[in-house]
């Protein structure tokens, strides 16, 4: 029992005098891939082909969707929730015309 005290005590101190180095490499990491997907979305254009616009709408909605949480069954939730995916994909084509 007073080994695993005594580890468990170890283990904190090393964990309080570690070099902050070692998560700034895990933090630049996801700050430059939160940087990289929005210049991604920032160079997306939308297409002036009608049959283009509506593939790429149709891949922006996928996108959104995936994001969110399932569709639901109840035919009421369901209406709700296409009004949200309607209300983001307004937001983000919004922002893609600006």
Same mark, same amino acid.
């Given at each position: *029992?007073?080994?695993?005290?005594?580890?468990?005590?170890?283990?904190?101190?090393?964990?309080?005098? *570690?070099?902050? @180095?070692?998560?700034?490499? /895990?933090? /630049?990491?996801? $700050?430059?891939?939160?940087?990289? %997907?929005?210049? =991604? &979305? =920032?160079?997306? /254009?939308?297409?002036? !082909?009608?049959?283009?616009?509506?593939?790429?709408? %149709?891949?922006?909605?996928?996108?959104? $969707?995936?994001?969110?949480?399932?569709?639901?069954?109840?035919? @009421?939730?369901?209406?709700?929730? !296409? #009004?949200?995916?309607? !209300? &983001?994909?307004?937001?983000?084509? #919004?922002?893609?015309? #600006?």
């Amino acid at each position: *029992m007073s080994e695993v005290l005594l580890l468990m005590v170890m283990l904190f101190a090393a964990y309080l005098f *570690m070099p902050t @180095t070692w998560f700034s490499k /895990v933090v /630049v990491n996801e $700050e430059s891939k939160r940087i990289n %997907t929005q210049r =991604s &979305e =920032s160079l997306l /254009v939308i297409p002036e !082909d009608s049959v283009l616009r509506r593939h790429f709408i %149709t891949q922006l909605r996928s996108q959104i $969707e995936r994001d969110m949480y399932p569709r639901p069954i109840d035919p @009421t939730l369901q209406r709700l929730y !296409d #009004a949200m995916v309607d !209300d &983001e994909l307004e937001n983000r084509l #919004a922002a893609l015309a #600006a």
